[in-house]
């Protein structure tokens, strides 16, 4: 069974940085080959996108966190990375890692939810103002 797990939330004020990481429990082989995603979620809001990365490491980002968000990926450590800078209150969310390991070569960054295979179970993050 594949597991997904991500870490690194926490309480962090405006303005400030986090790290979020995320491993995924298959052979690096088919981690390589995968195409990866972050993802946030607030009460009584649907999943939205924040994120991507793909087999060939092109990105992908919401306009929301364009220039302040980096994801990327060690494929040699199953892990995919999301660094946040200068968070601000409405980043607050729980952060949900995704993998599609059936990308091809030229798949572009993922941005829709029901592409990927595999999720986390979510890390909250809170930035307070």
């Known amino acids: 069974q594949v597991q997904v797990a991500e870490s690194g939330g926490g309480l962090v004020q405006s303005g400030d940085s986090l790290m979020l990481s995320c491993t995924v429990s298959v052979r690096t082989y088919t981690f390589s080959r995968s195409n990866l995603g972050w993802f946030r979620q607030t009460a009584g809001k649907d999943r939205e996108f924040v994120a991507a990365?793909?087999?060939?490491?092109?990105?992908d980002y919401a306009d929301s966190v364009k220039g302040r968000f980096t994801i990327s990926r060690e494929n040699g450590k199953n892990t995919v990375y999301l660094y946040m800078n200068n968070l601000k209150p409405e980043d607050t969310a729980v952060y949900y890692c995704?993998?599609?390991?059936?990308?091809?070569?030229?798949?572009?960054?993922?941005?829709?939810?029901?592409?990927?295979?595999?999720w986390g179970q979510g890390t909250q993050v809170t930035v307070s103002s």
């Open positions: 990365i793909a087999r060939n490491s092109n990105t």
């Open positions: 995704a993998a599609d390991t059936g990308a091809i070569l030229t798949s572009p960054p993922e941005t829709r939810t029901h592409a990927y295979e595999y």
